[in-house]
């Protein structure tokens, strides 16, 4: 199965800070890597497919980039509502799996 | 607007059997794969099952295969997971999730899930 390792596992921020998260595969996957962002009690939401494609509807502050076995996820400028809980996962390859996990805190 | 409703969650001693419905509107259910995923009390997410929009191609992650079964009805526009053999590892919450087209997709939306609890 292919391991997906975030990093860090949690991090602590600032309002209007700008903050990266990576994502790192044990194998390549081309560019087949979402990000999902999910608040307590919530289901996760949908940011960014395919590496680097902002979903509809998600503000332009998310991006991603990366392929083949490295990706990152940037918030240019953190936002109250964007402490959460960020996962990547691969489609690739079955079975699908999913980053631990990165926690974003207000600091 | 699509939507994914799940139920069938509760309390199941170890051993036993549950079955997870996956309600779904808002879309041409019958033409699109569809997916469960788990998620452990205060834990990450573990992708478990998929199927094909004709339920003739099914997937399962390694730790629950030859124990749950996915299945669908698309007269009901619903997609099933049956659990037997339940261990105490398989507690969480259960979501379904809409792949965004055919072939290797993204997830959008998720439904809030069903909780299932595997304990004596």
């Known amino acids: 199965d292919v391991q997906l390792t975030q990093s860090p596992s949690s991090l602590s921020a600032s309002v209007g800070d700008r903050v990266t998260f990576t994502c790192r595969a044990s194998?390549?996957?081309?560019?087949?890597l979402n990000w999902y962002q999910q608040k307590p009690g919530k289901a996760p939401t949908l940011l960014i497919y395919?590496?680097?494609n902002l979903q509809s509807g998600v503000p332009a502050r998310f991006s991603g980039s990366g392929s083949g076995t490295d990706f990152t996820l940037t918030i240019s400028s953190l936002q109250p509502e964007d402490f959460a809980t960020y996962y990547c996962?691969?489609?690739?390859?079955?079975?699908?799996?999913f980053g631990q996990g990165t926690r974003l805190e207000i600091k | 607007e699509v939507q994914l409703v799940e139920s069938g969650g509760g309390l199941v001693q170890p051993g036993g059997s549950l079955r997870l419905s996956c309600a779904a509107s808002?879309?041409?259910?019958?033409?699109?794969?569809m997916h469960w995923v788990r998620q452990a009390p205060g834990k990450g997410l573990m992708w478990v099952s998929r199927?094909?929009?004709?339920?003739?191609?099914?997937a399962y992650e390694e730790s629950v295969k030859g124990r749950f079964t996915i299945s669908r009805d698309n007269a009901k526009n619903t997609v099933y997971l049956q659990m037997n053999s339940l261990r105490a590892e398989d507690t969480g919450v259960y979501s379904c999730?809409?792949?965004?087209?055919?072939?290797?997709?993204?997830?959008?939306?998720w439904g809030q899930g069903t909780l299932v609890t595997v304990s004596s």
């Open positions: 199927i094909s929009g004709d339920g003739s191609d099914t």
């Open positions: 808002g879309f041409t259910f019958s033409s699109y794969w």
């Open positions: 999730a809409l792949p965004a087209r055919g072939g290797k997709a993204w997830f959008d939306p």
């Open positions: 194998q390549s996957i081309s560019s087949y």
């Open positions: 996962q691969q489609i690739y390859f079955t079975p699908i799996t």
């Open positions: 395919v590496a680097s």
